[in-house]
């Protein structure tokens, strides 16, 4: 330990990174292995003694190093709406920076990955082209009030129509109470058969697909019966 011959660089010196040709500051020093390494610009490699040089002893060519400062608005689980694409929502499953770099122009252009929620189709958009609904930590809140909205847009239609296989049922006799004719009840159920498959692909939920399934066997009971039992 006493034998332990003094650091050639201390932290604070500035250095050249010589294989390289960049400069930054020692900002650790590690005795390893029975020698000193170095820590420059607080970075995650070592450099040893030999492959630093003080700045102000360089002789060889300075690679500028660019840092460049990216603030991005949105991120990953984020509900976002998209230029072009009326009323779907988007969430936000990955994103990147492109770096621009010309002799007289320089610019970054942020590119965003979505996913559809109502069906997974796979999107690409810049920033001026979202608009945000939901940040990702309150994304399964804002679901949830989207699914509640959706229902009760759907009142006037249907006013018994709620979540549960017992209300189907109601809904069902309903419909046959107002609507005699065959082709009728067929597009009132699907209509029902809609209304929930767009909710189970919003909260893939199983109980609304159990009720899709009570729809199609119900159709299939009325073509196979030509409408005669269809309670």
């Known amino acids: 330990m006493n034998n332990r011959k003094k650091a050639k660089y201390n932290i604070g010196d500035t250095v050249v990174i010589i294989i390289y040709g960049t400069v930054g500051k020692i900002t650790d020093v590690k005795w390893l292995d029975d020698m000193y390494v170095y820590e420059v610009n607080k970075s995650e490699g070592l450099y040893v003694e030999s492959s630093l040089q003080l700045l102000s002893d360089y002789k060889g060519s300075i690679v500028e ?3 460049v400062d990216i603030e991005y608005q949105y991120f990953i689980g984020d509900l976002v709406q998209i230029k072009g694409y009326g009323t779907d929502i988007f969430k936000i499953v990955g994103f990147r920076t492109e770096i621009w770099r010309y002799k007289e122009d320089a610019w970054e252009d942020v590119i965003y990955e979505l996913s559809r929620m109502n069906d997974g189709e796979w999107l690409e958009a810049s920033e001026e082209e979202i608009t945000l609904l939901a940040d ?7 679901i949830q009030k989207l699914g509640t909205l959706y229902l009760m847009n759907k009142k006037e ?19 046959l109470a107002i609507k005699q004719d065959k082709q009728e009840l067929i597009d009132g159920l699907l209509d029902i058969y809609n209304d929930y498959q767009i909710l189970y692909r919003l909260f893939q939920d199983e109980e609304y ?3 899709m399934r009570m729809i199609i066997r119900k ?8 409408g005669k039992s269809t309670v």
Not at 136 to 142: G, I, L, P, Q, Y
Not at 219 to 226: Q, T
């Open 157 to 175: 239609k249907l006013p018994e129509l709620k979540e549960s296989k017992a209300t189907f049922r109601k809904a069902e006799k309903d419909l």
């Open 219 to 226: 159709l299939k009971n009325l073509a196979e019966n030509d």
């Open 136 to 142: 990702a930590e309150s994304a399964e809140a804002f």
């Open 209 to 211: 697909k159990y009720i």
């Open 65 to 67: 190093k660019e840092h």
